[in-house]
C-alpha cells in the first residue's frame, strides 16, 4: 500500500497530534488521516489500515469490506453501503420504515412458529393413533385435498458404560465384530443381530447387557403435501 496515496478527501480535518494507535507525536506535515479524520503515524497507517478502493481514505484493516463476486480489494463501510447499479442506498426514512415493518414480521414470525409448534404436536398426536404406510402417516384436510404427512425415523444411542462390561466379558477382538468404536457406539447390525439371536449360555450374560445398553428414539416429521393430479 503507498500510504502517501491513500488520503485524498481535504474536506476531513485532523484531530488530535497524536497518533491514535500508538500515541506519539506527530509533526503537522508528518500526519495522515483515516476516513474519519484521526491523525496516524506512517508506520500505524502501514501495520492497520488499508485504502478504501473507491474513494481512497484510510480504513482500518478489521472495518474494511469487500463486495461479493468482487475482488479482494477492501472498501469503507460508507462505499459499501452505495448498491450496486448506480441505486442509492436506503436513507434514514426509509431505513426507519424497513426496520419497523422487520420488527413487526419478526414478531408475527415467532407467534405464527409457536402457533405451527402447537399444531405439529397435535398432528404428531393424531398421526401416532393411525395406521402407517411405508412407515408414515398422511393427514388429509378434507378428500383429495392438501394433506401433511408424518414420517418416522429411529435413532438408537448406547449406553457406554453397560457395553465397556460387555467389552470386559467378550475381549477386545470379539467387541470389535460388534461395535465401532467411534465417540459414541455404533453397531455393526449383521453381526450384532445374529450375537442377540443366538442362544448360547457362555453370551446370555452380554446378549443382555447389550440390549438393556440401547437406548430407542422415534422422530416424527412433518412436511407438506399436495394431491395428486388425476389423468
Do not use: Q
Not at 18 to 46: F, I
Amino acid at each position: 500500500m503507498e500510504v502517501e496515496k491513500s488520503f485524498g478527501v481535504g474536506a476531513v480535518e485532523a484531530r488530535g497530534a497524536l497518533c491514535v494507535e500508538c500515541m506519539t507525536a506527530l509533526p503537522p506535515e508528518g500526519a495522515l488521516l483515516d476516513r474519519c479524520g484521526a491523525a496516524l503515524c506512517r508506520a500505524c497507517a502501514e501495520a492497520y489500515y488499508a485504502s478504501c478502493a473507491d474513494c481512497g481514505r484510510l480504513v482500518p484493516k478489521d472495518e474494511a469490506l469487500t463486495r461479493e463476486g468482487a475482488s479482494d480489494a477492501p472498501v469503507c463501510v460508507e462505499c459499501f453501503g452505495a448498491a450496486a447499479g448506480g441505486v442509492d442506498a436506503p436513507g434514514d426514512e426509509e431505513v426507519e420504515s424497513l426496520v419497523a415493518a422487520y420488527v413487526a414480521l419478526h414478531a408475527e414470525k415467532k407467534r405464527l412458529d409457536a402457533e405451527m409448534d402447537a399444531i405439529k404436536e397435535r398432528l404428531k398426536l393424531a398421526a401416532s393413533c393411525r395406521p402407517r404406510v411405508a412407515g408414515a402417516v398422511v393427514l388429509r384436510a378434507g378428500e383429495g385435498g392438501d394433506g401433511v404427512r408424518c414420517s418416522y425415523s429411529v435413532r438408537t444411542t448406547w449406553d457406554a458404560e453397560k457395553l465397556s462390561a460387555v467389552e470386559s466379558l467378550l475381549g477386545g477382538e470379539e467387541f470389535a465384530a460388534l461395535f465401532e468404536r467411534k465417540v459414541t457406539f455404533t453397531p455393526l447390525r449383521e453381526s450384532l443381530d445374529a450375537f442377540l439371536g443366538a442362544d448360547d449360555a457362555a453370551r446370555a450374560e452380554a446378549r443382555a447387557l447389550v440390549s438393556s445398553a440401547a437406548r430407542v428414539a422415534e422422530t416424527a416429521t412433518l412436511n407438506v403435501v399436495s394431491p395428486k393430479k388425476k389423468k
